[in-house]
C-alpha cells in the first residue's frame, strides 16, 4: 500500500450543507464507478462525526453496482460494538443498512477490543485488502483528520504501521483507533468535507501551509477538499467572502 506520486488540494467551495453533501456523493459514485471499470471493485474508508451522516443518506439513492464495494473505517472510538457514538454504527444507520452491499465487505474496526489489539487486526485486514480508492476524511478545529491529533505520532515514517493505537486523544473518548498518515497517503484519491465556521481557521492554517495533521495528506492522483461557505476562510478560491 504505498503512494506513487502526490499532489496539490483541489478547493470546492459549497453553498450550504446540503449542496457539499450533493457534490461530495457525486464525487465519491465517479471515483467509485471508474475503479469498478479498471479493478472489478472500489475500496473506501468512511469518515465518522456528524458531517458526512448527509453525505452517507445522499449515496443510498445511487445506482450504483453494489455488490463491488468494500467498506472500511478511517478511525473508530474503542466503545462497545453497539454504542452509539461507534462511527460504524454511525454509517450503517446512515447508509449502509440501506444498500445491498454484502456484509462481507463492510469491514468495521474491533475497537471494542482495545486500542493495540484492533489496531493489529486491523492493519492485517488492510494489508490484506490492498490499496484504498478512496479515504473520506473530516477535519477538526485542531487540525486533525481520522484521529491523527497534532502532537501525536501521525504514522508517516517509512516503516509506519497503516493502523495506530491511539491513548490520550484530545478529545473523548481517549482511546481509539485509526488509520495511519501512510495508509491514508496510500489511498489513491482523498475527499476532506468541512461544514461550519469553527473549521474555518483550520482550513485557512492548512492552505497556508501550516503543519497540521490535514496538512500531511498526499494521496498519489486526487485530493479533493469540500467546504461549506461557511468554513471557508476569506479569499479562498470559490468563496463569495
Given at each position: 500500500?504505498?503512494?506513487?506520486?502526490?499532489?496539490?488540494?483541489?478547493?470546492?467551495?459549497?453553498?450550504?450543507?446540503?449542496?457539499?453533501?450533493?457534490e461530495?456523493?457525486?464525487?465519491?459514485?465517479?471515483?467509485?464507478?471508474?475503479?469498478?471499470?479498471?479493478?472489478?471493485?472500489?475500496?473506501?474508508?468512511?469518515?465518522?462525526?456528524?458531517?458526512?451522516?448527509?453525505l452517507?443518506?445522499?449515496?443510498?439513492?445511487?445506482?450504483?453496482?453494489?455488490?463491488?464495494?468494500?467498506?472500511?473505517?478511517g478511525?473508530?472510538r474503542?466503545?462497545?460494538?453497539?454504542?452509539?457514538?461507534?462511527?460504524?454504527?454511525?454509517?450503517?444507520?446512515a447508509?449502509?443498512?440501506?444498500v445491498?452491499?454484502?456484509?462481507?465487505?463492510?469491514?468495521?474496526?474491533?475497537?471494542?477490543?482495545?486500542?493495540?489489539?484492533?489496531?493489529?487486526?486491523?492493519?492485517?485486514?488492510?494489508?490484506?485488502?490492498?490499496?484504498?480508492?478512496?479515504?473520506?476524511?473530516?477535519?477538526?478545529?485542531?487540525?486533525h483528520?481520522?484521529s491523527?491529533f497534532?502532537?501525536?505520532?501521525?504514522?508517516?515514517?517509512?516503516?509506519?504501521?497503516?493502523?495506530?493505537?491511539?491513548?490520550g486523544?484530545?478529545k473523548?473518548?481517549?482511546?481509539?483507533?485509526?488509520?495511519?498518515?501512510?495508509?491514508?497517503?496510500?489511498?489513491?484519491?482523498?475527499?476532506?468535507i468541512?461544514?461550519?465556521?469553527?473549521?474555518?481557521n483550520?482550513?485557512?492554517?492548512?492552505?497556508?501551509?501550516?503543519?497540521?495533521?490535514?496538512?500531511?495528506?498526499?494521496?498519489s492522483?486526487?485530493?479533493?477538499?469540500?467546504?461549506?461557505?461557511?468554513?471557508?476562510?476569506?479569499?479562498?478560491?470559490?468563496?463569495s467572502?
Amino acid at each position: 500500500m504505498s503512494a506513487e506520486t502526490s499532489c496539490s488540494p483541489d478547493w470546492r467551495v459549497c453553498a450550504d450543507a446540503a449542496a457539499l453533501a450533493t457534490e461530495a456523493a457525486a464525487c465519491v459514485a465517479a471515483l467509485a464507478e471508474a475503479a469498478i471499470q479498471r479493478r472489478g471493485e472500489f475500496r473506501i474508508a468512511l469518515a465518522g462525526g456528524t458531517t458526512p451522516q448527509a453525505l452517507y443518506r445522499e449515496l443510498r439513492s445511487l445506482a450504483a453496482d453494489w455488490a463491488a464495494w468494500h467498506i472500511y473505517f478511517g478511525d473508530e472510538r474503542c466503545v462497545p460494538a453497539d454504542d452509539p457514538d461507534r462511527n460504524d454504527r454511525m454509517a450503517r444507520e446512515a447508509w449502509l443498512d440501506h444498500v445491498p452491499i454484502p456484509a462481507a465487505h463492510v469491514h468495521p474496526i474491533p475497537a471494542e477490543a482495545g486500542a493495540t489489539a484492533a489496531a493489529r487486526i486491523y492493519a492485517d485486514a488492510l494489508q490484506s485488502a490492498g490499496r484504498l480508492d478512496l479515504a473520506l476524511l473530516g477535519v477538526g478545529e485542531d487540525g486533525h483528520t481520522a484521529s491523527l491529533f497534532p502532537g501525536m505520532d501521525l504514522g508517516d515514517a517509512p516503516d509506519a504501521p497503516l493502523v495506530l493505537p491511539v491513548y490520550g486523544a484530545p478529545k473523548p473518548p481517549a482511546e481509539r483507533v485509526t488509520l495511519s498518515l501512510a495508509a491514508l497517503n496510500a489511498a489513491r484519491s482523498i475527499i476532506v468535507i468541512a461544514d461550519g465556521p469553527g473549521k474555518r481557521n483550520a482550513i485557512a492554517k492548512w492552505q497556508s501551509g501550516a503543519d497540521l495533521p490535514i496538512s500531511r495528506l498526499a494521496p498519489s492522483e486526487t485530493l479533493l477538499v469540500f467546504l461549506t461557505e461557511s468554513a471557508a476562510p476569506d479569499g479562498l478560491p470559490g468563496s463569495s467572502r
